[in-house]
Each structure stands twice: as C-alpha cells, then as structure tokens.
C-alpha cells in the first residue's frame, strides 16, 4: 500500500500563488506517477498534473493550468509538488494527489489518493 497526505492549501487571492505538497509513504518503490487532481464544487475530478518518480523531466499537464501551474518531486524526501502561479477563481477545488504505476500521460488508472486539500482562489 502507498499512502499520500497532501498539505499547502489555502485562501488565496486571484493572481497569487500556493504551492501544494504530497508526501508519500509505504511501498513507494512499487510507483512510478505521481499525479495531482481537482474537483470543484458540482463537478467531476478532474486531471492536472502528473510526474514520473524516475524521469522528473518526464511531466504531462492539463491545458486548463499549462504554464501557470509546475509539477515536480524530491524522491529522497517521497514528495511531489504542486506549485500554482496565477491562480484564477475557476481553480478553486480540493486538490488530491495519486500515484499509479504506468504512463505519465495516461489519466486514469490510479489506485493511491490523498485525501485532499483544499484551494480557494477569492476574485
């Protein structure tokens, strides 16, 4: 089993900045994704980020936070983060993070989550 925890949310205002973390523990060795999801009130969970533990250059983005949000991870530390740029009211969710073994690219298939933390972004 892999366990993930999640920390970093928060209010924010329109334009800031939040960087969120995910610490990992357990049998980490059997992943190789560390993905970061959404879910906004009313809506389905959507994908947002995703990095591979073994190749940090290796990263795959939803078009919705291209360029304003970076994906990255310290293996040593089993951590994955999320910094968000130029956040936008639409951004507001729970951000969960997830881990799977696979493709980066790949959306689905995960079978680790967070239990989530939360971003509001005030316009």
């Known amino acids: 089993q892999v366990q993930l925890v999640e920390s970093g949310g928060g209010l924010v205002q329109a334009g800031g900045s939040l960087r969120l973390s995910c610490a990992a523990s357990g049998r980490t060795f059997t992943t190789n994704i560390m993905g970061w999801f959404r879910q906004a009130p009313g809506k389905e969970r959507e994908f947002v980020a995703a990095i591979n533990w073994n190749s940090v250059s290796n990263t795959y983005y939803a078009d919705s936070v291209k360029g304003r949000f970076a994906i990255s991870s310290n293996y040593a530390k089993n951590t994955v983060y999320l910094q968000m740029n130029s956040l936008k009211p639409e951004d507001t969710a729970v951000y969960y993070c997830?881990?799977?073994?696979?493709?980066?690219?790949?959306?689905?298939?995960?079978?680790?989550w967070g239990q989530g933390t939360q971003v509001t972004v005030s316009s």
């Open positions: 997830a881990a799977k073994t696979g493709l980066v690219g790949v959306t689905n298939g995960y079978p680790y």
